[in-house]
């Protein structure tokens, strides 16, 4: 899978790749327009991050650009702008996604993974990982054929945790997953504790391979 | 207070009464000067000509007599009568009071009389010319009388004028005024102030337009400067929380450095809140959310309560919520977000755990009520970056920022304090 970063800021950039580089994913970064227009007109990505404000020219026109060329790569947008005109001109010149910065790099590849699953959203809308599998569709888990009870916020976890597997994922950067851009309006995101807890207990219950470890003094981390 | 124009009227009037009431003596003695002399010179004049004629004939003193008598009986105001010791033969004159004989309903009535002397057969004789002065009490009651209706007068005058005035003149003046009452920093860009022919208006009105202009310009200096200043920030911040996210990745950080990872999540939390809620101020103020749609307050709440039932359930508050009014408003689905998330998530920290929040939307009003201990000063409590607890993760910025949608949508907001509960109201 490629994945193409159109962000001005270095440092971010290679934050970014750095991230979101695995055996799965491949990143390459443009840091202007103008290259951006090269790379997008030369190859074909699965998905796209692009920010908004760039030297050269505006986001929202690479936007149209790749309307032009008939391209099908998945957009998200990562923009500091947070302005609900932007997101919504984005989405309607056919961006999938909107991201405001400042994000965590496990919402990013929370919401890639998700972008990529949606796009193949006909041949497959069913992940599996050894005995869990998750139906997309029918938003229902089974291990081994045992469907598993999980509450919608559970099964949000499951999905962000499954889509930054071997990642250590801090307890704010769940929180702000399950309340969105609000979670830092409050200092206590203790209940992130009693979600896990629950997801845990009812995956054990039906003898998933105890992936999800708990990380002293950070967060969880889903190993396999 | 009193008007601009009043306050000389008063004065104005206060003098014209001291001048009309000094006036009025004056004019009593003048008048009773003119009518003395006139009078004097009257009686001098019949006295001459009754002495030529009583020394150009030949009289005796029966003749004296009769003449006295028919006097007495047509005119009384001269009469004859024969002095025996004539030792002051000098003209004089006198002034008598006496009872008006034919009206003595009248009371008193003022002679003015000239006593003369004449030689008629050898024999003196005294000549008394009399003549009805107006008392001076009357002239006094007349002038008085007089002057106090020209003082009337003079006064309706003076109103009808001032309001003539007020209205032509001054015009300018208050239009200039009601311009500069409806004038808000936050809303209007310039004041146009009407051209006028009064220098000095003229000369405010520029002065004014001139101030206007500055403060206009700085305020939008502000305003730009707090959204870029939040828009540079944008970056550093995402950078740090992309930072620390890899930081969490690495295999060699032990328990403590993990920790201490860990507790700059939090300050960098309420760093990102507050630089996203002044952007987000800003442009509530720079009215940038102008699209408008019919909305359900009811659907915005409980999207808030499920967005926030973490919260709620991790401090175990109850919540009591009575929103089944089905009000609409006609507002931006964002700015109406943003107002029901700020006053849910403010009762939410404000709540001790095991408190109450009650949510109530009455007839064209949502009100979020939550268990407090002691009121909170109004006046602080929409104010930016006031805030009323010692909260760590609290931007300060709430709460100005659900002011800020409510005045720019024309929305009542208020607070109250009652039975231990802190109330927050948004009048539709």
Not at chain 1, 2 to 27: F, G, H, P, R
Not at chain 1, 160 to 165: A, E, P
Not at chain 2, 202 to 216: A, D, T
Request: aromatic fraction near 10%.
């Amino acid at each position: 899978m490629k994945i193409l970063i159109i962000e001005d800021e270095s440092e971010l950039a290679q934050d970014m790749v750095k991230y979101l580089t695995t055996e799965q994913y491949l990143c390459e970064w443009a840091s202007d327009y103008k290259s951006a227009i090269n790379k997008i007109s030369s190859y074909d990505y699965d998905c796209i991050l692009l920010d908004l404000m760039l030297p050269g020219g505006d986001g929202l026109s690479l936007l149209s650009e790749l309307k032009k060329l008939h391209k099908q790569d998945g957009v998200i947008i990562i923009s500091a702008k947070n302005s609900i005109d932007d997101k919504v001109n984005g989405l309607k010149l056919g961006a999938d996604d909107y991201l405001a910065k400042p994000f965590h790099q496990a919402e990013l590849a929370a919401r890639i993974e998700s972008l990529i699953r949606r796009r193949q959203f006909d041949s497959n809308n069913i992940i599996t990982q050894n005995e869990i599998s998750i139906d997309l569709l029918a938003k229902t888990v089974t291990i081994e054929n045992n469907l598993v009870n999980l509450t919608k916020k559970e099964y949000d976890l499951l999905l962000f945790f499954i889509g930054n597997k071997n990642r250590v994922l801090s307890k704010s950067a769940l929180a702000e997953h399950l309340s969105g851009d609000f979670a830092d309006m409050f200092d206590n995101h203790d209940f992130v504790y009693a979600h896990v807890k629950n997801l845990k207990r009812k995956l054990k219950e039906c003898g998933y391979g105890d992936y999800l470890k708990t990380i002293y003094g950070t967060g969880y981390k889903w190993e396999i | 207070m009193t008007k601009l124009l009043n306050k000389p009227l008063k004065v104005f009037t206060i003098y014209a009464l001291i001048i009309l009431v000094i006036s009025i003596p004056a004019y009593v003695l003048v008048v009773d000067f003119i009518w003395i002399t006139e009078l004097d010179e009257n009686n001098w004049l019949t006295l001459q000509y009754t002495k030529n004629k009583l020394e150009a004939e030949t009289f005796t003193e029966d003749d004296l007599e009769k003449i006295n008598h028919i006097w007495g009986e047509l005119q009384p105001g001269v009469s004859i009568s024969k002095v025996e010791d004539n030792f002051s033969l000098q003209d004089s004159v006198y002034e008598a009071i006496r009872t008006n004989e034919y009206d003595p309903d009248d009371g008193e009535d003022r002679f003015r009389g000239l006593i003369s002397y004449v030689v008629i057969n050898g024999e003196t004789y005294q000549l008394t010319i009399e003549t009805n002065v107006e008392e001076s009490d009357e002239t006094f009651v007349a002038v008085a009388i007089v002057t106090l209706v020209f003082f009337a007068i003079l006064i309706v005058g003076f109103i009808i004028l001032n309001r003539k005035l007020s209205k032509n003149t001054w015009k300018p003046f208050y239009q200039t005024l009601s311009s500069l009452q409806s004038f808000e920093l936050s809303k209007d860009r310039t004041l146009k102030l009407p051209e006028t022919d009064i220098e000095e208006f003229q000369e405010l009105n520029n002065s004014i337009e001139q101030l206007v202009k500055r403060n206009v310009d700085t305020y939008q200096l502000q305003k730009s400067f707090t959204e870029n200043a939040s828009h540079e920030l944008q970056t550093p911040i995402a950078l740090l929380k992309s930072k620390l996210d890899l930081l969490f990745q690495e295999k060699d950080v032990t328990p403590a450095i993990s920790e201490i990872l860990s507790s700059i999540e939090m300050p960098l939390s309420r760093l990102s809140r507050i630089n996203k809620n002044l952007l987000l101020l800003a442009k509530v103020e720079n009215q940038q959310y102008t699209e408008q749609e019919e909305l359900s307050v009811k659907e915005y709440v409980e999207n808030s309560l499920l967005l926030f039932e973490d919260y709620i359930e991790d401090k175990q508050i109850t919540v009591c919520s009575d929103i089944e009014n089905a009000i609409q408003v006609n507002t931006n689905p964002f700015l109406l977000e943003t107002l029901t998330h700020n006053l849910l998530s403010n009762a939410i920290r404000h709540t001790q755990t095991e408190g109450a929040i009650l949510i109530k939307l009455e007839a064209n009003t949502l009100l979020f009520s939550n268990s407090g201990k002691a009121a909170l000063d109004i006046k602080q409590l929409f104010q930016r970056f006031s805030m009323a607890s010692k909260d760590k993760i609290s931007s300060g910025l709430g709460l100005a920022i659900v002011n800020e949608i409510a005045k720019r949508e024309n929305w009542k907001i208020d607070y109250y304090f009652e039975n231990d509960y802190h109330t927050f109201s948004v009048e539709f």
